[in-house]
């Protein structure tokens, strides 16, 4: 003959009640951070009835195991005294500790950036593309260069770029240099 065995949950209902809030409440004190950005556009881009047509800059930073490479349209480059291709290689940084680190020369990114802002100041629009296996936080401190504007104009080394406030205007809002960015497929 066979019994029925009858489970007894209450142990494990009042572990499981008092487990949820306390999931609830630790996930409470957890930061999620949003960066927003825009999917590549596909399709030919719509023009503007009767209006002249501006020449767009399509700015681009390349992200590589090498470096970065800015790339803009040469002829509005050329015009404003920029370079269309700057490669800004990885770079040499010495620590605190005294330990010398081969890293991205995000300093050099941020001000040749600047630069381009300064000569086309109504560009809003950033592409950033990457190869495939680049980590997301390179990608996500390339966004980072590229979003917001600094106090300073131009930064020599990774402690004072890394410790630099961003730049306000009159309102108190963070001024910015390329707000739409744009992942773009490397070609």
Known sequence: MEEDADIDLKPIMGLICILIPLLVYAFSFYEIKVQ???????GAPSGEAGGEEKKPLNLTVLVTSEGFVIKMDASLAVEQGLEPDINIPKKDFRMPDGKVVRDFDFPELYNRLIQVKRKFRNEQTINITADPDMPWSTIARVIDAARVELKEEKYTDLKSYSEASEATDE???????????????AE
Do not use: D, N
């Open 171 to 185: 309102e108190g809002k963070p001024k910015l240099l390329f707000p739409q960015v744009v992942f773009a497929v």
């Open 36 to 42: 927003p950005v825009a999917a590549p556009r596909v």
